[in-house]
T-cell receptor
Framework: GQQVMQIPQYQHVQEGEDFTTYCNSSTTLSNIQWYKQRPGGHPVFLIQLVKSGEVKKQKRLTFQFGEAKKNSSLHITATQTTDVGTYFCAGPHNAGNMLTFGGGTRLMVKP | GAVVSQHPSRVICKSGTSVKIECRSLDFQATTMFWYRQFPKKSLMLMATSNEGSKATYEQGVEKDKFLINHASLTLSTLTVTSAHPEDSSFYIC????????????FGQGTRLTVV
């Protein structure tokens, strides 16, 4: 079945350093979504990418969708303590309304 | 924006009792809702897909008699953890996506269940 994998699983960075998480799907995706879950909270939608090679920015966050629409990345420039949390990518399941989530990357930022 | 409300946010129960968790889509209709379980510092594990007016679809390894799901209307799904045991203690989250929209998933606030 469809699989979505993320690396790394965990990442510790010093505040001000950059951070990148990578997402790979076993199948081509019509779109990919990114979510952030703060400690103790629930996942919150960040962005959706649809086009091959698409790049979108949200302040210090840069999201990229691969040309083959099977991989994606999230890059955070100059991390801040407010960036702490787990970042999930998700792609539409083969059928129905379901999303397949990656395992998430837990980001920890040292002040 | 669309909102999914989950209740209760936190519950402590005794072993052997049952706990019902509600998930409501407040401003949109959802023919399907999804129930996840999340262990500390771990990813979301899909337990089941709740289907309005029909039986839920359970993921492999999830006991349907243990985790009863009812989706009686287009805005409400419930998950009942029956005869709870301490190993059922976890964070349970529901999510839903609006009908006919290729949009994001909206998550409930989650329910932290502790079985003592």
């Amino acid at each position: 079945g469809q699989q979505v994998m993320q690396i790394p699983q965990y990442q510790h960075v010093q505040e001000g350093e950059d951070f990148t998480t990578y997402c790979n799907s076993s199948t081509t995706l019509s779109n990919i979504q990114w979510y952030k879950q703060r400690p103790g909270g629930h996942p919150v939608f960040l962005i959706q990418l649809v086009k091959s090679g698409e790049v979108k920015k949200q302040k210090r966050l840069t999201f990229q969708f691969g040309e083959a629409k099977k991989n994606s990345s999230l890059h955070i420039t100059a991390t801040q303590t407010t960036d702490v949390g787990t970042y999930f990518c998700a792609g539409p399941h083969n059928a129905g309304n379901m999303l397949t989530f990656g395992g998430g990357t837990r980001l920890m930022v040292k002040p | 924006g669309a909102v999914v409300s989950q209740h209760p946010s936190r519950v402590i129960c005794k072993s052997g009792t049952s706990v019902k968790i509600e998930c409501r889509s407040l401003d949109f209709q959802a023919t399907t809702m999804f129930w996840y379980r999340q262990f500390p510092k771990k990813s979301l594990m899909l337990m089941a897909t709740s289907n309005e007016g029909s039986k839920a679809t359970y993921e492999q390894g999830v006991e349907k008699d243990k985790f009863l799901i009812n989706h009686a209307s287009l805005t409400l799904s419930t998950l009942t953890v029956t005869s709870a045991h301490p190993e059922d203690s976890s964070f349970y989250i529901c999510s839903a996506r609006p009908l006919n929209r290729d949009t994001e998933a909206f998550f409930g606030q989650g329910t932290r269940l502790t079985v003592v």
